[in-house]
């Protein structure tokens, strides 16, 4: 018999699902849009994944109790910038509860009317495909509609903080 802690599935709890997915390392995003006064809003996400190569499809999830929720709600498109290993000031900023997050960060406003990062490792403007009630989350589907790469590293989410991958990792 192993020693693992092991749970039943119906007395898994909160707190062990949240370390269980804290294990799984992801890259980071900060999803944007303009609000319907036009004002750029945006949010952290790391959950974020492809869907589909035919049509190019994402999605991501924001929390049902998010300030941001009835706001990007009403959107019609928005932009992932997957951040740069060089930008987790941007991540935990998009993160925090402060205000006017714009203000305190260089962006800019793409042909197709979105707000971006310049320096993100990518950039994937969508417009919003469907929208899918999931628990306590939303999740929006997007269709891709235009991509910027840049040739840099990507920011990592592992075991609640933020790094980058190690040079050795690409030897």
């Known amino acids: 018999m192993n ?3 092991r749970m039943e599935v119906d007395r898994v709890s909160q707190v062990e699902f949240k370390k269980a997915l804290g294990n799984y390392p992801t890259g980071v995003t900060v999803i ?3 609000d319907e006064q036009n004002n750029p809003m945006g949010l952290t996400v790391n959950s974020f994944a492809s869907v589909s190569i035919d049509p190019l499809l994402i999605l991501w999830s924001i929390d049902k109790k998010s300030g941001s929720y009835d706001a990007f709600l009403k959107v019609n498109k928005f932009a992932v910038n997957i951040l740069a290993d060089d930008q987790a000031d941007l991540c935990g900023l998009f993160a925090s509860k402060v205000e006017d997050r714009f203000s305190q960060c260089t962006w800019e406003k793409t042909e197709r009317e979105l707000p971006v990062f310049p320096g993100a490792l990518s950039q994937l403007e969508c417009e ?3 929208t899918i ?3 306590d989350h939303i999740i929006f589907i997007g269709k891709v509609i235009h991509i910027l790469n ?3 590293n990507p920011l990592l989410y592992h075991r609640r903080k933020f790094g980058a991958i190690p040079e ?3 030897k």
């Open 3 to 5: 020693n693992r802690l």
């Open 32 to 34: 944007t849009a303009f």
């Open 128 to 130: 919003v495909d469907k």
């Open 133 to 135: 009630d999931a628990g």
């Open 150 to 152: 840049e040739d840099k």
């Open 168 to 170: 050795t990792f690409y």
